[in-house]
């Protein structure tokens, strides 16, 4: 698989998490984003632990993911990331957005902030987020 190759041996030993932004974010958003729910199955795929992390209702969140058949492992509200990384044990922390806000959510929590369209672009060249 193309996407594996991108990883070198010792990444595999890596977990990885990431988190998605909604609204703006991803295609199902309002308004929609760039990243789809396809993208969003090839990352899981890679073994990413990944969730949510937006304004929504976490009962929202939930529905969604429900909705499009992906199983995730968190859904917070976006004041909340650094809930994730308390109950998460990871080696890297990403959370893709498209506003200011997530800039400061995730940098408050200490993860890596990866702007929407960078992360639609790297999906799209089957790269991982960093
Ligand atoms: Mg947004």
Redesign the pocket.
């Known amino acids: 698989m193309i996407l594996a190759t991108q990883h070198t041996r010792m990444d595999r030993y890596l977990t990885r998490l990431i988190s998605f ?5 991803l295609e199902i ?1 309002d308004p929609p ?1 760039g990243i789809t729910m396809e993208m969003v199955r090839r990352v899981k795929g890679l073994g990413y632990l990944i969730g949510s992390c ?2 929504r209702t976490v009962s929202e969140q939930r529905r969604i993911w429900r909705d499009n058949g992906i199983k995730v492992e968190f859904t917070v509200l976006k004041h909340r990331l650094e809930e994730v990384k308390e109950q998460i044990p990871a080696d890297e922390y990403y959370h893709v ?3 200011e ?2 800039r400061r959510a995730s940098l408050q929590a200490g993860f890596n902030f990866l702007p ?1 369209d960078d992360a639609v672009i790297r999906f799209l060249n089957g790269l991982t987020p960093q």
């Not at 932004?21 to 974010?25: A, M, P």
């Open positions: 932004d909604i609204d703006g974010t958003g984003g937006s304004d957005g498209d506003t806000a997530d929407m």
